[in-house]
């Protein structure tokens, strides 16, 4: 009986302990953080050397504004544009006109009208040089050409998200028979995942 009471006030003393430890503040911050944070960043580039973002946000709090935020380091961070939150849905984009050569990491801040913050999570892309690819012509007929200074991965896939033609690590001038392709609106999309690098552009088939 004896040893029953005590192992259960050891138990109690315990909780009380652990209960004692939690920090009030963390809670709140952590509370804070998942009312006011978006979902899904994701990364994509667009003409080559553009970066487009793009984020969700169907919390039920309301923010003020959001702040794109860059590090070209990979440690210091820098706001390069803000965003102000209307009625607009809940889907958003931005794009990046001018980021830095390499690698690139993005964070989307969200501010609320009570000052309260917290931020998404950081993802990153890669810019290559001066010139990674090129590739003519377009609108295309028969068959696309395509320079890369680098080994990259080709895909092309269809108006309906079917991956109709896939070549992988090519590098310097490499024809690609288009012949088969009906006519209409394909996705031509470049990658190198050795860097991260991913561009996505409209190819036209006559």
Do not use: H
């Amino acid at each position: 009986m004896l040893k029953d009471l005590l192992t259960c006030f050891l138990c109690l003393a315990s909780f009380i302990s652990y209960s004692q430890d939690v920090d009030p503040d963390t809670s709140v911050q952590s509370s804070i953080a998942d009312s006011l944070s978006v979902d899904a960043l994701s990364l994509s580039i667009r003409g080559g050397n553009k970066i487009v973002l793009n984020w969700n946000f169907n919390k039920t709090r309301t923010p003020d504004y959001f702040s794109i935020e860059r590090s070209c380091n990979g440690k210091d961070f820098e706001t390069i544009s803000t965003l102000k939150v209307g009625q607009s849905g809940s889907s958003f984009e931005w794009i990046d006109e001018a980021p830095c050569k390499g690698k690139n990491l993005y964070r989307v801040k969200t501010t609320a009208p009570s000052g309260d913050i917290a931020y998404s999570t950081t993802s990153s892309v890669f810019i290559a040089g001066d010139v990674s690819f090129r590739f003519y012509p377009n609108p295309v007929d028969n068959v696309l050409i395509i320079r890369s200074e680098s080994a990259i991965d080709v895909q092309i896939i269809d108006a309906m998200g079917k991956l109709r033609i896939s070549q992988n690590k090519i590098q310097g001038l490499q024809i690609i028979n288009v012949s088969t392709l009906e006519k209409g609106v394909y996705l031509l999309r470049i990658s190198n995942p050795a860097i991260n690098f991913v561009s996505q552009e409209k190819l036209l088939k006559n």
